[in-house]
């Protein structure tokens, strides 16, 4: 069959090879924001650890907050200055909204949830919710 | 049968000018991270193994009267790890950045970030005093002043009303 000369796909693999920071399968990335920062999540015994790189933005322009088992860290990176309009050479930075979403597997407690952020890294701490030592029961009446 | 092939071909043909403009925006910042195997615990080895071997390090260039300004990303860096030279009109940039966390055991879900050293060249426009270079780290990104040489600066030459 000589209809189709190339098989797209493989070049697809070779994107997610090349590219594994800029696609992955955790349906996550919002379309609408400008760039989506790289992340690390790992799950500990009591909590997860969530480590973002968002360099050059500062803490104040992040935004971050829980919703129903949904993480969402959003926000802006702004221009350093207004004059700074002319004479490039080269621009690969990405400027104006990201965001990303994360659904975590387990029921975090959402007012415990703090972080930092330290030479463009940001690091959220999000303790797990206690365990109920008993599943409610529902009489039916 | 040869209408489909052409139609085919010709949305093939796009798909293939979208990758390649794609390339040539992020290949330059698409930089090799390879493990030092310095790593100091049974985590940070976990964590390089997982972790991407390329990750992205935006750059930009500006050039005024005076100057060249690069800014580079480079998060999560201690700025004594990285190194900085000029070679005519090449700057280099390596360094290493390190899996530095305290942590327990745990599992990694998403690894995105990349880790261990890298290095990335960087062409300027002009000719740069690289001895009068001043160097910033803020918020996780590099900034480089390099000041351009005499006879690499623009000289305006003004006009008398005669």
């Given at each position: 069959?000589?209809?189709?000369?190339?098989?797209?796909?493989?070049?697809f693999?070779?994107?997610?090879?090349?590219?594994p920071?800029?696609l992955?399968?955790?349906?996550?990335?919002?379309?609408?924001?400008?760039?989506?920062?790289?992340?690390?999540?790992?799950?500990?015994?009591?909590?997860?650890?969530?480590?973002?790189?968002?360099?050059?933005?500062?803490?104040?322009?992040?935004?971050?907050?829980?919703?129903?088992?949904?993480?969402?860290?959003?926000?802006?990176?702004?221009?350093?200055?207004?004059?700074?309009?002319?004479?490039?050479?080269?621009?690969?930075?990405?400027?104006?909204s990201?965001?990303?979403?994360?659904?975590?597997?387990?029921n975090?407690?959402?007012?415990q949830?703090?972080?930092?952020?330290?030479?463009g890294?940001?690091?959220?701490?999000l303790?797990?919710?206690e365990?109920?030592?008993?599943?409610?029961?529902?009489?039916?009446? | 049968?040869?209408?489909?092939?052409?139609n085919l071909?010709?949305?093939?043909s796009?798909?293939?000018?979208?990758w390649?403009?794609?390339?040539?925006?992020?290949s330059?910042?698409l930089?090799?991270?390879?493990?030092?195997?310095?790593?100091?615990?049974?985590?940070?080895?976990?964590?390089?193994?997982?972790?991407?071997?390329?990750?992205?390090?935006?750059a930009?260039?500006?050039?005024?009267?005076?100057?060249?300004?690069?800014?580079?990303?480079?998060?999560?860096?201690?700025?004594?790890?990285?190194?900085?030279?000029?070679?005519?009109?090449?700057?280099?940039?390596?360094g290493?950045?390190?899996?530095?966390?305290?942590?327990?055991?745990g599992?990694?879900?998403?690894?995105?970030?990349?880790?261990g050293?890298?290095?990335?060249?960087?062409?300027?426009?002009?000719?740069v005093?690289?001895?009068?270079?001043?160097?910033?780290?803020?918020?996780?990104?590099?900034?480089?002043?390099l000041p351009?040489l005499?006879?690499?600066?623009?000289?305006?030459?003004?006009?008398?009303?005669?």
């Amino acid at each position: 069959m000589t209809l189709m000369k190339r098989n797209p796909w493989t070049l697809f693999d070779e994107f997610n090879r090349v590219f594994p920071s800029v696609l992955t399968d955790d349906d996550s990335r919002v379309v609408g924001s400008n760039w989506s920062p790289a992340v690390d999540i790992k799950e500990e015994e009591g909590r997860f650890v969530i480590h973002a790189d968002i360099p050059g933005v500062a803490p104040e322009d992040i935004d971050i907050s829980m919703e129903q088992g949904v993480l969402t860290i959003k926000g802006e990176r702004k221009h350093e200055s207004e004059e700074e309009k002319e004479g490039y050479h080269r621009i690969e930075r990405e400027y104006g909204s990201f965001m990303r979403r994360f659904a975590l597997p387990e029921n975090v407690e959402a007012d415990q949830i703090t972080a930092s952020s330290k030479d463009g890294v940001v690091e959220l701490i999000l303790p797990k919710a206690e365990k109920k030592a008993e599943p409610t029961r529902i009489k039916i009446v | 049968m040869a209408k489909l092939r052409e139609n085919l071909d010709r949305a093939w043909s796009q798909v293939q000018s979208g990758w390649n403009n794609l390339v040539s925006k992020a290949s330059d910042a698409l930089t090799r991270f390879s493990s030092s195997g310095n790593e100091q615990d049974e985590d940070a080895r976990t964590l390089m193994r997982l972790s991407p071997d390329w990750g992205l390090l935006a750059a930009e260039v500006r050039e005024t009267e005076k100057e060249v300004r690069v800014r580079l990303e480079v998060p999560g860096m201690n700025p004594d790890d990285l190194d900085v030279q000029v070679h005519g009109k090449l700057l280099s940039i390596a360094g290493e950045k390190q899996v530095q966390r305290e942590s327990d055991e745990g599992r990694y879900h998403v690894t995105e970030c990349a880790y261990g050293s890298f290095a990335r060249q960087i062409p300027l426009p002009s000719e740069v005093d690289a001895s009068a270079t001043r160097a910033e780290y803020h918020k996780g990104v590099l900034l480089l002043h390099l000041p351009k040489l005499e006879k690499a600066r623009v000289r305006r030459i003004p006009i008398k009303n005669g």
